[in-house]
Nanobody
């Protein structure tokens, strides 16, 4: 089984930065494509970014391109890794609960239905 635990959320002012972390553990962690999603109040959950198994390929939704960076640290243990979301120049519209997710398969997918594993979410609030 895979466990995902997010951390790093908080309350910041517009223009500030935050780094979210997702600690992933489990036998199949090294086989997962990892992604970040977010859900704002009253809205559906949306794709933010994903990163390939190797960490060499990333994709972003247009609204965060140039401001957010997804990365991963696989370390020396194939059953554990950490995925990061560095968020710079935050805007009030970035306010949401941010979720880490993992899936098997290939390529990129912005559909939450394809992600098997989910964290509990971490709140990010950006004040104007």
């Amino acid at each position: 089984q895979v466990q995902l635990v997010e951390s790093g959320g908080g309350l910041v002012q517009a223009g500030a930065s935050l780094r979210l972390s997702c600690a992933a553990s489990g036998r199949t962690v090294s086989a997962l494509i990892m992604g970040w999603f977010r859900q704002a109040p009253g809205k559906e959950r949306e794709f933010v970014a994903d990163i390939s198994r190797t960490g060499y390929t990333t994709h972003y939704t247009d609204s965060v391109k140039g401001r957010f960076t997804i990365s991963k640290d696989s370390g020396s243990d194939s059953a554990n890794s950490t995925v990061y979301l560095q968020m710079n120049n935050l805007k009030p519209e970035d306010t949401a609960v941010y979720y880490c997710a993992g899936r098997l398969g290939f390529g990129t997918s912005r559909s939450e239905k394809e992600y098997l594993y989910w964290g509990q979410g971490t709140q990010v609030t950006v004040s104007s």
